[in-house]
């Protein structure tokens, strides 16, 4: 059982419960937030250990977000997944360029999307230390 | 009203033709503002520093003459009515001009002024009829194309919901589903997918419209991409029973071309091919080299399907065809997948086309440029006409230790081919187009001008340089590994050609051992 604590950012309330559900299935705690300055606050907050995006939210897009915790030291090393219906085309090399770990198309097929938070999620301490 | 309302430029070099037109405009109209040049040069200056309301040109100036003169001014000022003054003896001259885009033409000498005064009133407003038109031509595309890219986005978001929810029911995180229960949930799904596909195409479409796709090509394996292709399909292929096989049994070469871009195509053209077979049928890939065509690889997807129309053949390729009567049960398509196909193989330099026997099936062929190391290396490896003495391959070996990889993999590529080309000087070494390789391995070449015991210093600076990826430093558990080989002489009493082509030869034997791709192998 893994403990890790996961935020989501997405306006969309359905979208934010249909993640949650799918992340809690799979043994993650997650928080949320639902525009860019209220994503900036939680993470300070809760310090998550990622961070799943999107990129059109009032108060600030995915972008001001990514830029802004790329320039805080406390949060700059927390992986992003940019997860959102904009055009990869123009969008997905910007994201990764602006710091995301990944991006992702909705809608998203769910074994790979779980495959990369599994791949990106620093390996906490008992994870690591138990033989595979 | 502005200054240029009644701003008139006479370009005329005849000082007796010049003062008969001015005499006429001013008994026209007392408010006409003319200036008169007798030079074209003069005209065009004019032109850009005294913007008028309509040019009158002879076409025949001390510094120019005949349809050249008005070419000239259109160029220079493409909005402004231009009328030409035609003498008797050359009318067929300004009937041209007319063609070009001259508004009107009047023979000197036979107008009166109020003659005169409405020719130039109808080319003003033809002009500004003609412009307004053009902008909302213009406008009413861009328009469109903004539409469909902001449908499309919107369109993803509910289409998201949907997908989510069903997935969550059919994965069983909201319970128990029955199997009856089940069933309709995959019908959901599928029809949601099929949207996606949809919305997806309509955004590509736009793109294609308005030339906005883009391809990176690199050195791809066709027989990688038919196989991959295969393999996605093959559940598809076999849940309507129709055969699905690859036929082809030369050493595939390597193709210039974006991966990503020819899987769609194969995809879609399999796709196809799966509805429109009925069960009991089959589809059949092939790759091959044709001796007439020697720098295109030939593909080509053949099924037993219903066949095409012969009136129809010349439309599928265009937007928004569908076949009239697809034996799939499902609903159609929007339309845009072999448009689409089109699009993406003329972007690669090939072509694409259908044969088709009407009931019986179909094939549809397509060219891709093969990849051409000869062609590459001929500058780099020979100087004046003569092979340079030592050649050095060196293999640059970027891998992740994690799989998948993390972090931007996909920059990795593309940076890394950046980084070695500042590694090298590019009149004497060569940067090979990347090969497509494994899921966590990016592998390089480079065909260096050097021999074996200077290649150090080109392996140690290739590494110094790649341990700046930012990949490397961030979240990339990424590893290097630089290796040179020295590459064999060639008997030097053949022709340039031919110790180019066994130096290519001699290159692709070791990239492809170094790849591990044996399976290239001619068996």
């Known amino acids: ?132 | 009203m502005s200054e240029a309302a009644n701003h008139v430029l006479l370009i005329e070099d005849n000082p007796g033709d010049a003062d008969l037109v001015r005499l006429r405009l001013v008994e026209a109209k007392p408010t006409f503002d003319v200036s008169c040049v007798n030079r074209l040069s003069d005209g065009l200056t004019s032109l850009q520093e005294k913007p008028p309301m309509l040019v009158l040109l002879d076409l025949n100036l001390p510094d120019s003459q005949g349809a050249d003169t008005f070419r000239k001014v259109l160029e220079k000022a493409p909005g402004v009515p231009v009328v030409i003054l035609s003498g008797q003896d050359d009318e067929a001259l300004a009937v041209k001009a007319l063609h070009q885009g001259a508004q009107d033409y009047l023979v000197k000498g036979s107008f009166t002024s109020a003659g005169l005064e409405r020719v130039m009133r109808y080319a003003v407003e033809r002009q500004a009829l003609l412009r307004s038109l053009e902008m909302s031509r213009k406008q009413q595309l861009d328009f469109k194309n903004q539409f469909l890219s902001h449908v499309s986005h919107e369109l993803r978001t509910p289409l998201t919901c949907i997908h989510q929810f069903v997935s969550i029911l059919l994965d069983g995180l909201a319970g128990e589903v029955s199997m009856e229960q089940r069933d309709h949930l995959r019908t959901i799904l599928k029809s949601a997918h099929q949207l996606g596909a949809m919305v997806r195409d309509l955004l590509e479409a736009t793109r294609a419209e308005s030339g906005k796709i883009r391809i990176e090509p690199r050195c791809a394996s066709m027989m990688d991409l038919v196989q991959t292709a295969v393999a996605m399909l093959q559940a598809a292929a076999r849940e309507k029973k129709v055969g699905l096989e690859i036929r082809g049994d030369a050493a595939i070469p390597f193709v210039h071309g974006d991966p990503d871009r020819i899987l769609e195509v194969l995809i879609n053209l399999i796709d196809n091919g799966i509805k429109f077979t009925p069960a009991g049928g089959s589809i059949t890939l092939q790759v091959s080299l044709v001796p007439t065509d020697p720098e295109f690889v030939y593909v080509s997807v053949a099924d037993t399907g219903c066949g095409i129309e012969p009136a129809a053949k010349s439309l599928i390729f265009e937007r928004m065809y569908q076949h009239p009567n697809s034996v799939d049960s499902s609903r159609k398509g929007l339309g845009l997948g072999l448009f689409i196909a089109k699009q993406l193989i003329e972007l690669h330099r090939g072509r694409i086309w259908v044969v088709s026997d009407l009931g019986h099936g179909s094939t549809f062929s397509f060219t891709l440029p093969l990849y051409s190391l000869p062609k590459l290396l001929l500058p780099v490896i020979t100087q004046a006409g003569v092979l340079r003495d030592a050649l050095v391959l060196v293999k640059v070996e970027l891998k992740s230790g994690s799989i998948p990889p993390r972090g931007n993999w996909k920059e990795v590529g593309p940076h890394c081919h950046e980084l070695l080309q500042r590694c090298v000087f590019l009149d004497k070494d060569l940067v090979l187009p990347a090969m497509t390789a494994s899921g966590s391995t990016e592998t390089f070449f480079v065909v260096a001008s050097t021999d074996m015991a200077r290649a150090p210093i080109m392996t140690t600076r290739i590494r110094e340089q790649l341990e700046k990826l930012p990949e490397l430093k961030a979240n990339c558990d990424l590893s290097v590994s630089v290796r040179a080989v020295s590459l064999p002489h060639t008997a030097a009493d053949r022709s340039l050609e031919e110790r180019v082509a066994e130096v290519a030869k001699r290159v692709t034997e070791m990239t492809r051992i170094a790849l591990g791709e044996s399976k290239l192998a001619t068996n």
Request: glycine content about 4%; hydrophobic content about 40%; proline content about 7%.
């Open chain 1, 1 to 132: 059982m893994s403990n890790e604590k996961i935020l989501i950012v997405d306006d969309d309330p359905d979208l934010r419960k249909a993640l949650r559900l799918r992340l809690r299935a799979n043994q993650y705690n997650t928080v949320h937030a639902v525009d860019g300055y209220s994503a900036i606050a939680a993470a300070y907050k809760e310090q998550p250990n990622l961070i799943i995006l999107d990129l059109g939210l009032p108060a600030g897009d995915g972008f001001v977000v990514l830029d802004r915790l790329q320039r805080d030291d406390k949060l700059s090393n927390i992986p992003v997944i940019v997860l959102t219906a904009r055009d990869p085309q123009g969008n997905e090399q910007r994201a990764l360029r602006a710091g995301a770990t990944a991006f992702f198309q909705k809608p998203a097929d769910n074994a790979e999307l779980m495959d990369v938070i599994r791949a990106t999620l620093p390996k906490s301490p008992s994870e690591s230390s138990l033989p595979s």
